[in-house]
């Protein structure tokens, strides 16, 4: 006889656990068991049979797995949480007292944790690392925007600003930045690094509030981790194009509003031998390798819940009893001397960059007082251009505006009337562009013409450069040709010949089809094509739809079959693809019926001057 299985001990009530119930099991805080799952990765998950999962009560709850709820009860960091809690209440209990040395005592002897072994255990290899940082370089250059305010501490904001001004040195020392697009949130950002694209957003420079009905306490336990992983990241990234990480900060140039230019990269080997490596390498040690990380995030701090004061954590600590490990350089055992019989494999270094991330090297920018410095001066500098600017946008400017190597200048505002004569003369030699211009050219990867960006004009459609689709709409392709009009106008609008038309005036079809074939003709006539030999094309696009709907026609009974066998889901899916499809096919068409609309005011327009 089997053994007999007793309820809720088996299945999914034993693979599954409410979040009552491992709160409950952890011995924490709700608070605390929030930072654990952040700070592991673990999500609450959704069984099958909600029911079976919650041993047969129906109540709305929350699941995780019994599995991820074994791992936290093993996690340092809820040791860590415990201790500071019982510390928390000890200190709470001396200050009562007025047990001042007591205090100080306890002050000095706080709890600490680390998210080192946690960064080590999300991420196994350091490209991992690298695939990951999206989100934490959008979260660190929203915080460094925000103001001083009560629920963020400056020093929080401060180092999240020098995390997002190492990044943006890194992307313009090695020209990895690849695609940006300005959108209504901020500036999009698209940077190649290690073979992995790294897109991120940057808000834009205005004042930012804090909504009162946003979880700080949660976005700030992101942050803490983030800080930690870009920690590891930077460090990985700047050693291995042989940098000093971190990058020294010059206090007078910051003061000044110098920006990334306070900064000082400096090589790790600024005097390279010429001969075979030397073993005479300093020692360096996982202590000291854990002291420069640990230095990154000393000033960063976040607002605790109500229960936990981890204000009073202090993370500059280091656990005493760590094992030194040391690392020694080893040089190669190879001779030098003899040559190879074996082909030589250039160095990625060594590799001859595109020609695109140094488009704007032969080109020297002053941007006015109205554009954003902090956008193009990394966005020219990653494509090795020299910009300035003038005192009101800050201090470290390397040139003034009557430097005569200046040949553009970003400006953003109307032309004004009365110039001076040195003002005439300047805009003989230089080209003023628009903001659009550079954001345009670094998409593009080549240099765009100067005219269509001018001051004061109109200005072409900014595309964003992520996400191609095919078939969607494209505003930069022209009407040339009767062609293309035609290809553009949806083949099923052709389909009715125009006496069909007349012969349903109260179709919506009918109507439809009757304005797609005015818009072809006037495009047709705007483009110089003879009627005669329009009507042929006509006509021809006609039989070929004709022939499509024949083939249509066989193969609905099959299509309509297909969707029968198909199981409920699939079905569903498959009907909300093609409902996709034909939202997307309608938006195109409204598109372009207002282009053409446009494209004929401008045609009526320009005869009538």
């Keep these: ?67 991820d709820i074994a791992y936290l009860a093993h996690e340092p960091v809820l040791n860590k949480l415990r201790e500071h809690k019982a510390f928390a209440k000890k200190i709470s209990r001396a ?57 963020v501490s400056p020093a929080l904001i401060e180092n999240c600003a020098r995390l997002t001004a190492e990044w943006q040195l890194y992307v313009m020392h090695t020209r990895s930045l690849r ?3 300005l959108s209504i949130k901020g500036v999009y950002y698209q940077a190649e690094v290690m073979d992995q694209n790294v897109t991120w957003l940057v808000p834009y420079q205005f004042p930012q509030n804090i909504p009162s009905d946003v979880d700080v306490r949660v976005m700030l336990t992101f942050l803490e981790l983030y800080q930690t992983l ?72 976040s607002v605790p819940p109500t229960d936990v004061d981890l204000d009073r954590i202090d993370r500059t600590n280091s656990f005493p009893d760590a094992a030194e490990e040391e690392f020694v350089p080893q040089a190669s055992k190879s001779d030098l001397d003899v040559p190879s019989l074996l082909p030589t494999l250039l160095s990625l270094s060594s590799l001859p960059k595109s020609s695109s991330t140094n488009i704007f090297a032969p080109y020297t920018f002053w941007l006015s007082r109205e554009s954003s410095r902090s956008i193009f001066e990394f966005l020219i500098g990653s494509f090795g251009g020299r910009i300035g600017w003038p005192v009101s946008s800050g201090g470290g400017s390397p ?49 765009l013409l100067e005219d269509l960006y001018a001051q004061g004009k109109t200005l072409p459609p900014h595309l964003s450069p992520f996400g191609e689709r095919d078939g969607a709409y494209d505003p930069t392709i022209g009407l040339a040709n009767v062609e293309n009009s035609l290809v553009e106008v949806d083949d099923a609008q052709l389909s009715e010949d125009s006496q069909e038309i007349e012969d349903c005036e109260g179709d919506v079809t009918s109507m439809a089809a009757l304005a797609a074939l005015r818009a072809a003709e006037l495009a047709a006539e705007a483009a110089g094509v003879d009627y005669g030999t329009f009507e042929k094309e006509v006509q021809k696009k006609q039989k070929q739809q004709k022939h499509k709907e024949d083939a249509v026609v066989d193969g609905s ?34 598109l372009e019926e207002k282009r053409t609309k446009i494209e004929k005011d401008r045609r009526r327009k320009a005869r009538v001057l």
């Design 179 to 181: 695609n940006v697009f």
């Design 399 to 447: 040139f003034t505006e009557d430097d005569e190597a200046i040949t553009h200048v970003i400006i953003d505002r109307p032309a004004a009337k009365g110039d001076t004569a040195q003002e005439r003369e300047r805009r003989r030699q230089r080209k003023y562009v628009q903001p659009q211009w550079v954001v345009d050219c670094i998409n593009a990867g080549k240099i």
């Design 95 to 151: 200050l009562g007292r007025g047990e001042w040395s007591t205090a100080k005592n306890l002050e000095d002897n706080k709890p600490v944790y680390r998210l080192d072994h946690i960064i080590k255990e999300r991420y196994p290899s350091f490209i991992d690392a690298v695939r990951d940082i999206d989100d934490a370089l959008c979260m660190i250059h929203l915080f460094a925007s925000l103001p001083s305010n009560p629920r």
């Design 557 to 590: 009974g099959e299509e309509d079959m297909n969707k029968i066998l198909m199981s409920k889901r699939k079905r569903q899916l498959y009907e909300r693809m093609k409902y996709g499809e034909k939202k997307r096919a309608t938006e195109h068409a409204k």
């Design 1 to 67: 006889m089997g053994r007999l299985k007793q309820k809720g001990k088996a299945g999914a009530a034993k693979a599954y656990v409410t979040r009552s119930s491992a709160v409950k099991k952890l011995q924490c805080s709700l608070a605390d068991f929030r930072r654990l799952c952040i700070l592991k990765g673990i999500f609450p998950r959704e069984p099958r049979h909600k029911k079976r999962a919650n041993k047969g009560s129906t109540a709305p709850t929350s699941f995780y797995y019994a599995k």
């Design 230 to 301: 870009l920690g590891f990241v930077f460090f990985k990234l700047y050693t291995d194009v042989g940098l000093v990480y971190p990058p020294p900060l010059d206090s007078g140039k910051d003061e000044s509003g110098a920006g990334v230019g306070a900064f000082d990269l400096r090589s790790t080997n600024p005097n390279p031998a010429a001969g075979a490596p030397k073993n005479d390498t300093p020692k360096v040690s996982s202590k000291e390798v854990r002291q420069t990380i640990k230095n990154i995030t000393a000033e960063s701090s």
